[in-house]
């Protein structure tokens, strides 16, 4: 069964402070990742997307990594504003059935000042 | 330019009726998504339309569920007889076509169902 497991579930940080968000996935076979930014009562935005030969894609401050070997990606964020603070969605497709992404349950990121 | 809209933002039901659930993707998208967001959960797919092909519809939780996309365009989702456990935020999605391409989300529409 394709799985995607994030971690942690929630994160407390301060402002300024970089952190890494993990996402771990099951889907086979694999197409592609996605990391999408979902603010309180928004729908979420995509922040970066990997294929298989791509190890690492930044997106301003925001850095995606992929190890397709071991079916993990991160989410680096650096310098983090408090405008980061939202859930942060894992989200992995199947070449065989692009149309249907697994979703993972995402991390709930609050930046305090 | 215009991105996916959906209507209503806020829907409150009683028990037992029916609604629908509109969703206007970007225009040219082929693919077309509906999701349902349960409160503090993630994603839950529910169906997907691409360009003129039949629509997965394996992640509809039940016969109640249905959706339909209009001359490639529009899509509703309508919920018979709704159930309390349908209260959830019901997002759209439209992308220029599956696989590699980004989904572009609406706002979503949260309902209620009393």
């Known amino acids: 069964k394709n799985q995607v497991e994030q971690s942690p579930q929630s994160l407390i940080i301060l402002e300024g402070k970089n952190c890494t968000l993990q996402?771990?996935?099951?889907?086979?076979?694999?197409?592609?990742l996605r990391w999408y930014k979902q603010d309180t009562g928004r729908g979420p935005v995509s922040l970066t997307i990997m294929t298989f030969s791509e190890n690492t894609k930044s997106n301003g401050r925001y850095t995606a990594t992929l190890d397709a070997d071991t079916k993990q990606s991160s989410l680096h964020i650096t310098a983090s504003q408090l405008s980061d603070s939202a859930s942060y969605i894992c989200?992995?497709?199947?070449?065989?059935?692009?149309?249907?992404?697994?979703f993972g349950d995402g991390t709930t990121l609050t930046v305090k000042p | 330019g215009a991105g996916v809209s959906q209507s209503p933002s806020n829907k409150v039901t009683e028990k037992g009726k029916d609604v629908e659930l509109r969703c206007d993707p970007i225009?040219?998208?082929?693919?077309l998504y509906w999701y349902r967001q349960s409160l503090g959960q993630g994603l839950e797919f529910l169906i997907y339309f691409q360009g003129n092909s039949a629509p997965d519809k394996s992640g509809l939780p039940s016969d109640r569920f249905s959706a339909e996309r209009t001359g490639g365009s529009v899509s509703t989702l309508t919920i018979q007889r709704t159930q309390q456990e349908d209260s959830a935020v019901y997002l759209c999605?439209?992308?220029?076509?599956?696989?590699?391409?980004?989904?572009?989300f609406g706002p979503g529409t949260r309902l209620t169902v009393t």
């Open positions: 989200v992995v497709s199947a070449r065989n059935n692009a149309g249907k992404s697994t």
């Open positions: 225009s040219g998208h082929t693919a």
């Open positions: 996402c771990n996935y099951t889907v086979s076979p694999f197409s592609n």
């Open positions: 999605a439209s992308s220029p076509g599956t696989g590699r391409h980004e989904q572009y």
